[in-house]
């Protein structure tokens, strides 16, 4: 089965700088990668998601981009805000009734 | 739109009991939800896949006599955490995808999650 890798555990940047977080899969047959965010206690929010078409996704601040050859894909976080601090997890799904197979997350803190 | 909601939100219990959670599509129908379950300071773990009218597809280590779900209707599917003990003790989350979807890049609308305490 679908076995997704993500690092680093924990990134600590200082507010304005950039964040990156990276993702492995396993399943050449995964075809959707999307990032969500997880606030303490809430429930996982989509932030940005690409399909296996694709190289690159931006959406204002955020970006994500895959590499299908090396099956990994990144998210990218410019100009962070103390409103970014929270747990991101990278997912990977592929046509088996859409089951997301999630990362380990990364806990992000941004120092104002 | 696309609202997922969960209940009840919070939920303490005796060992030994057994504590159902529903989780409901409010402005969707939704043919496939699924379960989650988050330990503090983890990821989600996928649990099962429940398709309306049909068993629930569950992932493997996951005991489908423990964790019973139902999914009677577009709109709800149920957990029932039978015989509970404190290692079951969690944060459930379930997540729905439209009955229009047609594939996998589609989004799925996550609920706000259920914390279990088993005492």
């Known amino acids: 089965g679908e076995n997704v890798e993500q690092h680093p555990s924990t990134l600590s940047v200082q507010e304005g700088d950039s964040a990156v977080i990276k993702c492995t899969y396993s399943?050449?047959?995964?075809?959707?990668f999307p990032w969500y965010k997880q606030e303490l206690g809430k429930r996982p929010q989509l932030i940005i998601d690409i399909r296996s078409n694709v190289g690159e996704k931006k959406d204002q601040r955020i970006a994500v981009t895959l590499n299908k050859t090396a099956k990994h894909f990144s998210l990218h976080i410019t100009e962070t805000q103390p409103e970014d601090s929270a747990v991101y997890f990278c997912?990977?799904?592929?046509?088996?009734?859409?089951?997301?197979?999630f990362g380990q997350g990364t806990e992000l803190s941004v120092k104002p | 739109g696309a609202v997922v909601s969960q209940h009840p939100s919070r939920v303490i219990c005796k060992s030994g009991t057994s504590v159902k959670i529903e989780c409901r599509s409010l402005d969707f129908q939704a043919t496939t939800m699924f379960w989650y379950r988050q330990f503090p300071k983890q990821s989600l773990m996928l649990m099962a896949t429940?398709?309306?009218?049909?068993?629930?597809?569950?992932e493997q280590g996951v005991e489908k006599d423990k964790f019973l779900i139902n999914h009677a209707s577009l709109t709800l599917s149920t957990l029932t955490v039978t015989s509970a003990h404190p290692e079951d003790s969690s944060f459930y989350i379930c997540?729905?995808?439209?009955?229009?979807?047609?594939?996998?890049?589609?989004?799925?609308?996550f609920g706000p999650g259920t914390r279990l305490t088993v005492l």
């Open positions: 399943d050449s047959a995964s075809n959707y």
């Open positions: 997912a990977a799904s592929n046509n088996q009734g859409g089951k997301l197979i």
């Open positions: 997540s729905a995808r439209s009955r229009l979807a047609g594939g996998p890049g589609d989004e799925q609308f």
């Open positions: 429940s398709n309306e009218g049909s068993k629930a597809t569950y």
